[in-house]
């Protein structure tokens, strides 16, 4: 089973205290559409510029990224820039120019419409709706949001959550958007707003799964040297759609979200290791099999002699 991404396909500008690097390949499509590639065929949807380089088109086909649904336009692609204080946790958006973002309309293939697992990444919701109308019968919807649409595109939002079944969100975000500083109760609140099963991240803490009966929660892999956390939640989010669509779920239940909670906090762990997209374009399915597996061990308190 393939999976269907939508999202934001950027150059960014990243500083952190030790290093800056511009115009690097970034935006919520690009993580997520590479994250998922290690588990299912994807098919992107998106647009760019005329500045945008060839060679990520040459990278999408090597792995398994159809990229037909992307549009090349005239104009600059979107550029964002962002720069992290020295824990690589708080960061401060720098600039965003919408570029050729401004006028897209997400146009799907014909050959695209049918797919059954659907990941709607961290776009404007009227967007992740547009595609969304055009789809014909996903069995599986995943979307991820920002605060920024919470702000100022909130009843876009609520119109499109009892469509979505998973919603991703952060910590941050899911407090903002219930007025509620527990998270357990704000995990919940969301899943009344129409998901039937909400994941709030927690950064450098882990994350939570909410269902109808179930719940659950895991830590983040601990990892020594973080170069670049952005991207981190749009990789979880693709590891995890990917993960589903590669098991071919007919029905996906509860235990099935949490290795796709997992594998989606496997694929940030190694996203933050390097810029940009860069510990993506190298790592392989035994690097990740391998910290699933540290996963599984870490996470055993019920230790048999
Ligand atoms: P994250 O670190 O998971 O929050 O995602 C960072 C990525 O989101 C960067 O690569 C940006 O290009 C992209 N991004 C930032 N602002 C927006 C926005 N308003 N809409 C879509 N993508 C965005």
């Not at 404007?124 to 919807?141: E, K, Y």
């Not at 939002?157 to 007025?179: K, Q």
């Amino acid at each position: 089973m393939s999976v269907l991404i939508v999202g934001s396909i950027a150059l960014d500008t990243v500083k952190t205290p030790v290093e800056e690097h511009a115009d690097q390949l970034g935006g919520s499509a690009s993580y997520a559409a590479v994250g998922a590639s290690f588990f299912a065929p994807v098919k992107l949807v998106g647009v760019v510029g005329d500045d945008f380089p060839e060679s990520e088109f040459e990278f999408w086909k090597t792995r398994n990224i159809d990229a037909a649904g992307v549009q090349r336009v005239q104009g600059r692609t979107f550029r964002w820039s962002g720069e992290y204080a020295w824990d690589m946790n708080t960061r401060e958006t720098r600039s965003v120019a919408l570029n050729v973002f401004e006028n897209f309309e997400p146009q799907l293939p014909e050959s695209f419409r049918d797919t059954q697992m659907v990941l709607l990444a961290n776009i404007a919701p009227s967007l992740q709706a547009h595609v969304l109308n055009q789809m014909r019968q996903p069995r599986f919807v995943v979307a991820d949001t920002m605060d920024l649409w919470i702000q100022t595109t909130r009843k876009d939002l609520d119109a499109l959550l009892p469509r979505v079944d998973l919603l991703i969100l952060n910590d941050s975000e899911a407090r903002e958007m219930t007025g509620d500083t527990s998270l357990i109760r704000a995990g919940r609140a969301i899943r009344r707003m129409g998901p039937k099963y909400v994941a709030v991240k927690k950064g450098e803490h882990g994350a939570l799964l909410f269902g109808p009966d179930d719940f659950f929660s895991c830590g983040a892999y601990p990892l020594e040297d973080i170069h670049d956390p952005t991207g981190a939640g749009d990789t979880f989010a693709g590891g995890l759609a990917g993960y589903l669509a590669g098991q071919g779920a007919d029905e996906v239940d509860f235990a099935l979200l949490r290795r796709a909670v997992i594998f989606g906090s496997v694929l940030a762990s190694f996203n933050v290791e390097a810029f940009s997209l860069n510990r993506l374009r190298n790592l392989t399915s035994d690097e990740i099999d391998e910290r699933y597996e540290m996963f599984r061990l870490m996470s055993q308190f019920e230790v048999l002699p």
